[in-house]
């Protein structure tokens, strides 16, 4: 018993004498990871979905949808179940429209992930700035899912998903490695905070585009795409 007191009072005497130092090593360790993430090319992404008809819209002609251009955006799994991961920051409309889509429960997709292409830089700026295009699908070329969700045309490809859990929120780390289901605390710091959406894949859908395209990737800052490698011819078996 005494033991397993001395253990449970760990935790908090460490946070305690160390809040501080692991504060300055967090704030070391994002402008390093930081700089190093932008040598890294990332593919660029679009999510659209239904937007939550509770949220204001300052636009004469209020949309059904809305869509954000994803800063992060992965693959996770592929068996037993096919899973990607974004995050979003927070507050966002669109991160209120996922929430209100996924505790809804009537939709059999929640969203569609649009990877864009070499010739959709202009999309991932509209989407990524509501304070310069407040209605981005305005004469922007896009199909619609069985569920009524926008594809947006020309891009390498488009993924409808299903959120299988709520958000969590990457501000609070105590409640991601909490088990039990706890009332999300409310970011007051320093800085962005985000929230980490998990959604099942539940169908790839067809893209109307010209011909292949590359994809668009996000790197230093700026757009760019690929380009392939050059294979010099070994010497050792040229002879």
């Known amino acids: 018993?005494?033991?397993?007191?001395?253990?449970?009072?760990?935790?908090?005497?460490?946070?305690?004498?160390?809040?501080?130092r692991l504060h300055n090593g967090a704030v070391d360790v994002r402008g390093s990871l930081r700089a190093l993430l932008r040598d890294t090319a990332q593919p660029v992404a679009v999510v659209t979905a239904l937007m939550d008809p509770a949220?204001?819209?300052?636009?004469?002609?209020?949309?059904?949808?809305?869509?954000a251009t994803l800063s992060s955006f992965t693959s996770i799994s592929l068996d037993p179940h096919p899973l990607v991961a974004f995050s979003l920051r927070i507050p966002s409309r669109m991160a209120t429209s996922l929430t209100s889509a996924?505790?809804?429960?009537?939709?059999?997709?929640?969203?569609?992930?649009?990877?864009?292409?070499?010739?959709?830089?202009?999309?991932?700026?509209?989407f990524s700035r509501p304070d310069l295009y407040p209605e981005p699908f305005a004469s922007l070329p896009h199909t619609l899912t069985e569920e009524g969700l926008p594809i947006l045309d020309g891009s390498v490809g488009a993924m409808?998903?299903?959120?299988?859990?709520?958000?969590?929120?990457?501000?609070?780390?105590?409640?991601l490695t909490s088990r039990e289901k706890e009332e999300q605390s409310e970011w007051k710091g320093e800085g962005v905070a985000?929230?980490?959406?998990?959604?099942?894949?539940?169908?790839?859908?067809?893209v109307p585009t010209a011909g292949t395209v590359r994809p668009l990737l996000y790197h230093r800052r700026g757009y760019v795409t690929t380009m392939g490698i050059e294979s010099k011819p070994d010497p050792k078996t040229s002879n």
């Open 55 to 67: 949220i204001p819209q300052a636009t004469k002609n209020p949309s059904q949808f809305h869509g």
């Open 194 to 206: 985000s929230e980490l959406f998990i959604a099942e894949v539940i169908r790839v859908e067809r």
């Open 102 to 126: 996924h505790s809804s429960g009537d939709l059999y997709s929640h969203m569609v992930i649009n990877i864009l292409s070499e010739h959709q830089a202009s999309t991932a700026l509209r």
């Open 160 to 175: 409808s998903c299903r959120l299988v859990a709520a958000s969590w929120p990457l501000h609070d780390l105590e409640s």
């Open 1 to 20: 018993m005494l033991l397993q007191s001395k253990l449970r009072l760990l935790p908090s005497a460490l946070t305690k004498g160390t809040r501080r």
